[in-house]
Nanobody, 118 residues
Framework: VQLQASGGGLVQTGGSLRLSCAAS???????MGWFRQAPGKEREFVAT????????SYRNSVRGRFAISRDIAKNAVYLQMNSLKLEDTAVYFC?????????????WGQGTLVTVSS
């Protein structure tokens, strides 16, 4: 199983980015999520989506600005990030949970860096 995250980059405050996570050798999954880790901080949950497309869930600080979606045909998950803030700067990781009975994610991607500048 491989999760390839991409789409990070440098953007000014108020700008937008769209992250992509392509899954390979993963025919199906229960849910996929985005997490992030800022320098000197612990990794934190950002958003998640189920195979069915709903429900979705977001951390409070990104709700209304970020949108998670998935494309089953491409086996990919996306994170549209709008109205970016300085505090959104972090390495963003995608993760997949296959076994719904588990409480966490089994597979993780390598991360893509998002830098928001003023």
């Amino acid at each position: 199983v491989q999760l390839q995250a991409s789409g990070g980059g440098l953007v000014q405050t108020g700008g937008s980015l769209r992250l992509s996570c392509a899954a390979s050798r993963l025919p199906s999954w229960y849910r996929m999520g985005w997490f992030r880790q800022a320098p000197g901080k612990e990794r934190e949950f950002v958003a998640t989506i189920t195979w069915r497309g709903a429900p979705t869930s977001y951390r409070n600080s990104v709700r209304g600005r970020f949108a998670i979606s998935r494309d089953i045909a491409k086996n990919a998950v996306y994170l549209q990030m709008n109205s970016l803030k300085l505090e959104d700067t972090a390495v963003y990781f995608c993760a997949a949970q296959v076994d719904a009975a588990l409480s966490g994610y089994e597979y993780w991607g390598q991360g893509t860096l998002v830098t928001v500048s003023s």
